[in-house]
């Protein structure tokens, strides 16, 4: 019986190892076509490791640039246990991104799956994605239309600078994720940060946001096994106030005006779907957020000049204002040269590497094949940061886009298509917002030679120390 048993478990495994290195290198002799120039690397794992090697996200990092140079900027190879084109190319990269579920498909690898769960919006596919995308836009929109909003984010981020004041020395990245947790829990689940339930889904976050980047193996004590068990208690923490919300009912008194009182209404989502909006809003709103906001404080304290131009801006917007009184959409408009910043920001330090996507049928573009079933990876950084579409590539360079159109093939920080990011001008604000208290209030210098990298997901390494002085204005 046990020999049995463990017979059986031997032959899924060789099936499985077979399998995979079938898959490696059955295309090596099937007759597909002419595919680009390319190799696909070790057997199973094929050029993973290299293509996930750590780099600065300022530039597109040594397996790129040595592909590029050998094979062109589209390539094949072997990644994520697939065969893949890569592509560092504009023209492509838009084709794909504008041919959601007509010729090519989000394909996440299943570990990602695992933690985020199959219907999140970030790795749906179909209907199901195009109902919650919807759903997403219809929150923005009816979230960006209250003015409460907008003063939430901003007492939030005089809060959050008015606790530097005595300090000498912030760990900024984790204050950036103390702002952007702030407001998304604010804006999601109408929680403020001194409720127990806002302590309790940030420490489960920070398991989950571990685990996400960890390796896929769910054993016991592993981050992944961890953020795994870790989403599912964030889960149960949300079921838990959405019942106490319906338990209090939707009076006047009981209105909070958040996200989830809003998604409460919608009948096209089911239960469980509606947990995992509020877990993709959460996710939006917090790590991505967070890194951009570290980023473009990073790039500004490196550019007195960009620095100085942008606190004259919000020195000029906050002199038309009554002392305390708030910010404003009117006033947001006027910040053309913030936005020029943080637009920098995304295309000079690529928060987003890369996405996942596969062929849905065999795809030919500029004479060669990209076969059905195959990964496709549009490297979004290689074209943000390619010198023959953007002029000074290598430089942050906030005062491009006062020519540069934003919304061009040659600028895709939030995706495209379908899938382009629906709470993109959400981040925005908040950004901007900071920075115009930060800036009007404190002087700041980078220590400890820190920089963004590509893991590929990027972060900084020593959490961004910033050495801070705090002035009156």
């Not at 293509?51 to 072997?78: A, E």
């Not at 473009?296 to 606190?311: D, E, I, Y």
């Not at 690529?350 to 990876?377: C, E, Q, T």
Request: with cysteine; net charge positive; charged share 20%.
């Amino acid at each position: 019986m046990a020999a049995g048993f463990w017979l059986a478990i031997l032959v899924c495994l060789l099936g499985f190892f077979l399998g995979l290195i079938l898959n490696h290198f059955l295309p090596l002799f099937l007759k597909l076509g002419p595919l680009p120039k390319g190799t696909f690397g070790w057997p199973v794992l094929g050029e993973t490791l290299a293509f996930l090697n750590p780099h600065p996200s300022n530039s597109i990092g040594s397996f790129l640039q040595d592909h590029c140079s050998r094979y062109g900027k589209v390539f094949k190879s072997h990644l994520f246990f697939s065969p893949t084109v890569v592509s560092c190319d504009q023209e492509l990269n838009y084709f794909i991104l504008q041919n959601e579920d007509k010729l090519f498909q989000c394909s996440y690898p299943k570990p990602i799956h695992g933690i985020l769960g199959d219907i999140s919006m970030l790795v749906a596919v179909g209907d199901i994605h195009k109902r919650l995308r919807n759903v997403a836009l219809s929150l923005v929109t009816r979230i960006k239309a209250k003015p409460e909003f907008l003063t939430d984010i901003e007492k939030t981020a005089i809060q959050i600078l008015g606790s530097w004041k005595e300090r000498q020395q912030v760990l900024f990245c984790e204050e950036a994720r103390k702002f952007t947790f702030n407001v998304i829990v604010k804006q999601v689940l109408g929680l403020t940060p001194d409720e127990p339930e806002t302590a309790r889904i940030l420490e489960d976050f920070l398991t989950f946001m571990k685990g996400l980047i960890s390796l896929p193996l769910y054993v016991p004590g592993t981050p992944y096994a961890r953020a795994v068990q870790a989403r599912s208690r964030i889960s149960s923490t949300v079921k838990a106030i959405i019942e106490e919300r319906r338990r209090r009912g939707v009076g006047e008194s009981n209105k909070r005006g958040d996200f989830l009182e809003i998604l409460l209404g919608v009948d096209s989502l089911s239960e469980d779907e509606k947990v995992s909006f509020v877990l993709d809003s959460l996710l939006g709103g917090y790590e991505t957020t967070s890194v951009l906001m570290a980023m473009a404080v990073h790039f500004l304290g490196q550019s007195p000049t960009a620095l100085a131009q942008l606190k004259l801006e919000h020195e000029n917007i906050r002199s038309m204002k009554k002392r305390g009184e708030f910010l404003n959409w009117e006033d947001y408009k006027k910040m053309d040269f913030t936005q020029n910043v943080i637009s920098e920001a995304l295309r000079y330090g690529n928060v987003v590497k890369f996405v996942h996507r596969k062929a849905l049928k065999d795809v030919k573009f500029r004479g060669y094949l990209i076969p059905s079933g195959w990964k496709v990876l549009p490297v979004l950084s290689a074209v943000h940061l390619d010198p023959s579409l953007h002029a000074d590539a290598l430089q942050f360079h906030p005062w491009r886009w006062e020519t540069q159109d934003q919304a061009c093939k040659k600028f895709t920080p939030f995706g495209g298509g379908s899938r382009c990011c629906p709470g993109s001008e959400l981040a925005k604000v908040e950004i901007a917002f900071f920075l115009h208290h930060l800036v009007q209030n404190f002087r700041w210098r980078t220590e400890g030679g820190d920089q963004p990298f590509a893991h590929p997901y990027v972060e900084f390494q020593k959490g961004m120390a910033l050495k801070v002085e705090h002035f009156s204005t």
